[in-house]
């Protein structure tokens, strides 16, 4: 696997952990910005195979560190 898609999904990881750290995102936004993305990335890698990849690495990224945070902040026991 290259290194600068492996750098590109962790960079986006990283992204997406401080997004959510900062604001709350509901799961289906990121469920529908998953989706969405996959769609262009397709759409990239008709045209350029490289690109197409990078993006799709990157969309994935993002969404699983939102993922993660909403998943590892569950909802207050004490409220």
Do not use: D, H, R
């Not at 401080?18 to 989706?35: F, M, P, R």
């Not at 350029?48 to 590892?72: D, E, P």
Request: proline share 1%.
């Amino acid at each position: 696997m290259n290194p600068k898609i492996v750098s590109a999904f962790l960079i986006c990881f990283i992204f997406g952990v401080g997004i959510a750290s900062l604001y709350l995102i509901s799961e289906n936004i990121v469920w529908l910005s998953l989706l969405g993305g996959m769609f262009l990335a397709m759409g990239l890698l008709a045209v350029k195979k490289v690109w197409g990849t990078v993006f799709a690495c990157m969309i994935v990224g993002a969404c699983l560190g939102v993922w993660y945070v909403n998943q590892s902040f569950g909802l207050n026991e004490y409220e």
